[in-house]
């Protein structure tokens, strides 16, 4: 009963072209009267009544309406959601006079799960964007959790985040990433039991590469999309390939919690506050072959091996306690750390909006063609970067690498390698054939 | 494994008093020689390592250290943990140059929760007291949710907030509110099966008269109390008569989430969105007896009855759509509203910290001593506020109140009483009975 008052309200809507006053009953009757016969022929059913809706209106409300060629096209199978269906100016609103003038457009898979729920209320917020810039949210679920989209939806309309201007749900990627200038790709199957990592590899590589295929289709030019859903370097990968419209520098793989954590151990063993910690790259892959750098990290503007004497602690200890972080937090919590992957995410936008720190860099899993150190080009690959807050950033050249940290990067730069070459088909290339190094590399919590 | 290594790294930190690399190795040494004889003397077995690290490194460095009266006092049975045992001096510290050299110390029950789990995030990330507030978070568990507690407090590590500066952990409400300026008062038992409403009053008003009686002792005098966890009204009524130090009006029950989505759902109706949508009143109790006011609302600055003209809508489907919201909620999306809740309770808390607009008001439950109402002024009240931003509040006079308002208002009034004498002996009344009116009036979802 609720559900259908809150699908009749969902109806009505607003744009600048349009009295209010005169059209609004006349709307509301005119809705009703279509909407479930409406709803049967369409082809994603029981989605579609924002569009229906506002389709219809257009008819409806003949005087004032904009003509077809005005009016903002709609994707099909994806629809805005509820209050977020009221059309608006930005250049016209009265209010915001001090925010930006155009949406940022944020397209997230896997928008029902926890980290979502966590992240997608950041960005509402302000967060990442700032106070002045007005955010749109195209929110990808699954046939299975489209309810729960649905639920999220509601969650963000409850929240009234004056920013968040535009919320659109849907189950195509074709249509929900349509426009997208960020694409975060957090929606991954999780490994069930007893699949072997190469089997996670093929079945989340297909979801990377269909998704690659929409972005190409019909994202920004621009966009950048940031990989969160494991194995995420190589999904990256994939996505890359079969996105050749869009630069490959625009794929990242999130490292940055692994960064966040390898900062925060740095920072207790050194007996200091985490923010006096500074320039620490993750190498490589997301993974337990993963490199938290000690070498080239600062503490106060010092290297962490002159602050931490404990060189045997840094050496024998330090990675594999940021590495099992992770699956300590899940025996702890009960749960998977969704909160701080989705601060890690924020995190890792930020770094590509706001200038980076002279003299720092963050660590991203970036495409790693001419890079400096010699490793593998062909890779997504985790890398010290800098930005000059304009979305796009450099590799930072110059770090110091030692036979330890050498190593250590080329174990994870062959794992990665045998990664691509088990994805073979899946990046067009051929020959591909499937032979991981020994071992489970998953790393703990994310399995 | 990479628990110990966490825990015994926990033990360092560092003193602006200390120098810290003349004793770094030492301190390391010191601790972990006595660390297990100690815990296993401790009171709270296993929380107190980091009490005792500190007590211990005192003497350790013995040199720059400070005095015993020179210590800040640490709370038995709370723990600071992890990285936020590394003590600072606001006053001291170079980089913030711009905040506030004080901490606000927020303590919140229920912080396991997944509501919590929300709200300490963005508490951290500085979206409630702003960029240049530090902030402490005290954070309340139960014996069977310790080991959750410490995975929280290992999320809020890892996201390397900057102004997070204290994270204290215990299950002690003596201990856990000690110095507390704000308790956000989450934590609550949830009704079991085949529980009546009255039995939930007395479980959890038992809960609340302790929790009363901890911020009376150990609470800042001025702390501000907001109840979350339900029958919230009476919780709060509960906890104010428990805790005679702390002013009648710092005690807020949590009707912000109603308010939201009232506030949504007008805006649907009316098609506009929802930042258009002002002076939504929630009145009573936080139950189905509450009074979404639409007579006083208003949208775009004009009454809400001028704006939507289907007042059959306003009389007969608003008030069930609001208060069915949750249930609906929780139906497509298979969890209950933490996160929108999480919201209303940082809106919440934003309206006593930053001046209301002028002519506008926020709703929230208060103790309706003095009300300009008429209603019973021993109940805590879902009333229209307004807050200079200080902090306080004083309650809007001069709402119209028609014979529609007036006889919903008073049902819920009656439900407040009827509440009040089931919990008489928790209020330090005599002549108790529990005799609720008809029906069921939890909130769907809530139960």
Known sequence: MAAAVAASQAALFKSPFQSLDSCDEQKSVKFRSTFHGSRRISKAAGWSRHLLARQQHRITCSVNAPSPAQAPPLPKGAEC????????????????????????RVAVS??????????????????V?????????????????????????????????????????????????????WALLIGAKPRGPGMERADLLDINGQIFAA????????????????????????????????????????????????????????????????????????????STTQVPDFLNAKI???????????????????????????????????????????VSIVDAMKSLVQPTPPGDWFSSGVYAAGNPYGIDGDLVFSLPCRSKG?????????????????????????????????????????????DLPGGDTMLPGEQ
């Open 81 to 104: 959601y509820g209050v977020f269906c009221v059309i608006y100016d930005l250049k016209e609103e009265e209010k915001p006079k001090s925010w930006k003038k155009k949406l940022v």
């Open 110 to 127: 896997g928008a029902a799960g926890t980290i979502s729920n966590h992240l997608l209320f950041k960005i509402a917020s302000g967060e």
């Open 129 to 181: 964007f700032g106070p002045d810039q007005p955010v749109a949210l195209n929110l990808l679920g699954s046939e299975r959790s489209k309810e729960a989209l649905e639920g999220v939806a509601m969650e963000l309309e409850d929240s009234l985040y004056p920013l968040l201007r535009e919320v659109i749900i849907g189950i195509d990627p074709y249509e929900v990433f349509r426009d997208a200038e």
């Open 211 to 286: 998704q690659g295929r929409a972005l190409n289709e019909v994202a920004s030019s621009n966009v950048k999309v940031v990989v969160v859903g494991n194995p995420c370097n190589t999904n990256a990968l994939i996505c890359m390939k079969n996105a050749p419209r869009i630069p490959s520098k625009n794929f990242h793989a999130l490292t940055r919690l692994d960064e966040n954590r390898a900062k925060c151990q740095l920072a207790l063993k050194a007996g200091v506050f985490y923010d006096n910690v500074s320039n620490v790259t993750i190498w490589g892959n997301h």
């Open 300 to 342: 106060n503007g010092r290297p962490v091996k002159e602050v931490i004497t404990d060189h045997k602690w840094l050496e024998e200890q330090f990675t594999p306690t940021v590495q099992t972080r992770g699956g300590v937090l899940i025996k702890k919590w009960g749960r998977s750390s969704a909160a701080s992957t989705a």
């Open 390 to 434: 304009d979305g796009d950033y450099e590799i930072v050249p110059g770090l110091h690498i030692d036979k330890y940290l050498y190593e250590r990067i080329k174990k994870s730069e062959d794992e990665l390698i045998a990664e691509r070459k088990c994805v073979a088909h899946l990046i067009g290339e051929e020959n591909g054939f499937c």
